[in-house]
């Protein structure tokens, strides 16, 4: 391989060396090495097993130790003098980390673990290292950075295909192994059944490139969770994601985090199927929910109904009713937003008197979330509001409804 940085690749090479001694005696002295029995699953296929030293756990326990070593600090001095490490530590720690324990958490640690897993444990190999140094260095020296971040998705099926939802959010099909390769904890960490049943298939996923110099990660638990309400919104779904999301940067494991609880807790329901139709309505759905940021009411409506969806009984109308009287009522009350939310979906004389029925007193949750999706496809929703009241009044046609979530509604 061409070294782009010898004195770099020795120096480092030296660290994982003491490393991978130090820990060798940690083992002669009784140390326990874990190891893994994984199960890879795929739908309509045989399982998979995988018998592995989990060696990440094993170092990361004696990170603290490891860092004291002199051959540590050595690294660490010669990482500070290459300006490309330093803005890659500051994108993998974030800018209010200490320098050293930057470079030794976001580079020489994980340079060890690559290193030892390639390696398969702790008899060093140079092949090994130099596969995972020339990683490294791709990452170091590379322009940007690649950020990536996926969670478990249940509830739902593509039937194979890939949902684009736009902003590099999309929903596929998980790879067998997928997870554990790059995060081998991740297996206890995925819902119940996920890759067995055939709504718990998928994964939501996030990629996105980053600015050179960019020192933070995307909001991937927000986003997901925005995605999630949308495909909610959608679909009507039991959709959830989670419970936590792994991230990567520059194809190098970053984080594990957890999922908003909203986004990671699964409403009752049959799973649904994510078909084109909803798929597209979906990404329409997703950049307006940004709308909530600068329209408090709007982002009331929305909170008030995704609660809904865990709630039954006198709470769960409770909610509606407060969805419903936050979207379209305004200062006007509950019955003034059901008589608006008539006219906004209502095609005919006869469809609104009925969707009146079910607006009024305990509003029907699937009509609520219709309202909601109408609302939002709109975008300007005082505009709209404005424009329903002459209609009541005869002023003007009714508001035009979306023509594909017409399709969508139509199944």
Same mark, same amino acid.
């Given at each position: ?28 002295? @009784? ?12 739908? %309509? ?65 994980? #340079? ?48 194979? !295909? ?25 297996? @206890? ?22 600015? *050179?110099?960019?020192?933070?990660? +995307? ?22 994601? @989670? ?5 990567? #940067? ?10 908003? +609880? ?16 909803? !798929? ?6 997703? *950049? ?7 329209? +408090? ?14 709630? %039954? ?99």
């Amino acid at each position: 391989m061409i070294v782009r940085a010898p004195q770099l690749f020795d120096c480092l090479r030296a660290f994982c060396l003491g490393s991978f001694r130090a820990l060798l005696q940690e083992l002669e002295r @009784g140390a326990d090495l874990p190891f893994a029995f994984e199960e890879h699953t795929s739908y %309509d296929r045989p399982a998979l097993y995988e018998y592995r030293p989990l060696v990440k756990p094993f170092i990361e326990t004696r990170a603290h130790t490891l860092r004291r070593r002199p051959d540590a600090e050595l690294a660490v001095d010669e990482l500070r003098r290459e300006p490309a490490a330093a803005i890659f530590a500051r994108a993998h720690a974030g800018p209010r980390a200490d320098d050293h324990e930057a470079l030794f958490g976001s580079v020489l640690l994980p #340079l060890l673990v690559s290193t030892a897993e390639m390696c398969g444990g702790f008899d060093w190999d140079d092949n090994a290292y130099a596969r995972a140094y020339a990683e490294l260095e791709a990452a170091l020296f590379g322009e940007g950075h690649q950020y990536g971040a996926v969670a478990p998705v249940i509830g739902i099926t593509t039937g194979g !295909a890939t949902i684009e939802l736009g902003a590099g959010i999309r929903i596929r099909l998980a790879a067998t192994g997928e997870l554990a390769k790059l995060w081998p904890e991740a297996n @206890g960490l995925l819902p119940t059944d996920f890759g067995r049943e055939a709504d718990r298939l998928c994964i939501l996923e996030l990629e996105r490139a980053l600015e *050179p110099g960019a020192t933070e990660p +995307p909001d991937a638990p927000g986003e997901f969770a925005d995605a999630v309400t949308a495909i909610r919104l959608a679909t009507a779904a039991p959709i959830a994601a @989670g419970p936590v999301l792994f991230e990567r #940067l520059d194809w190098r494991p970053y984080g594990v985090r957890p999922v908003l +609880p909203i986004a990671a807790t699964q409403p009752a329901g049959e799973p649904t199927r994510l078909d084109s139709f909803r !798929a597209r309505l979906a990404a329409d759905l997703l *950049p307006r929910l940004a709308l909530a940021d600068e329209d +408090p009411e709007l982002g009331e409506a929305l909170d008030r109904w995704e609660l809904s969806l865990f709630q %039954d009984g006198p709470f769960q109308a409770e909610q509606l009713r407060e969805s419903l009287a936050a979207l379209l009522g305004g200062s006007d009350g509950l019955w003034a937003a059901a008589v608006r939310g008539a006219i906004l979906l209502g095609d005919t004389p006869r469809a609104r008197a009925e969707l009146q029925d079910r607006l009024s007193g305990e509003p029907e949750a699937d009509v609520v979330r219709r309202a909601l999706v109408e609302t939002l496809l709109h975008g300007d929703r005082s505009k709209l509001v404005a424009s329903l009241d002459e209609s009541i009044l005869g002023l003007r046609p009714r508001p035009v409804s979306s023509t594909y979530l017409e399709a969508a509604e139509a199944g």
